[in-house]
């Protein structure tokens, strides 16, 4: 069992930077594949970013290629996006998300366990 929870959301410009964190439980943390998706109102929730067990391998949405960047640090149970030149665009509620299995990362029904999510809203 892993308990995820985001951090770090919160109203941003045009042009700026946030980053958000995931806090996880669990002795095997390590174990996880983890990954970001996005949600606005009434739509689909979408991928973001995603990041193998040991940090070898990344994959970003083509709308966020450049821009964000996750990173993870095993030894303290956290997942981070960094979040730079921020759109009105990206203004969604952030998920984070881990599963057990290696393939497929940019695959909502795949994760395991989701956080709580994380407001992120960007002003024009």
């Known amino acids: 069992q892993v308990q995820l929870v985001e951090s770090g959301g919160g109203l941003v410009q045009a042009g700026g930077s946030l980053r958000l964190s995931c806090a996880a439980s669990?002795?095997?943390?390590?174990?996880?594949?983890v990954g970001w998706f996005r949600q606005a109102p009434g739509k689909e929730r979408e991928f973001v970013a995603a990041i193998s067990r040991s940090s070898g391998n990344t994959v970003y949405a083509d709308s966020v290629k450049g821009r964000f960047t996750i990173s993870r640090d095993n030894a303290k149970n956290t997942v981070a996006l960094q979040m730079n030149s921020l759109k009105p665009e990206d203004k969604d509620v952030y998920y984070c998300a881990a599963k057990s299995t290696t393939t497929q990362y940019t695959t909502r029904r795949g994760y395991d366990y989701w956080g709580q999510g994380s407001q992120v809203t960007v002003s024009s």
């Open positions: 669990g002795r095997t943390f390590s174990s996880y594949v």
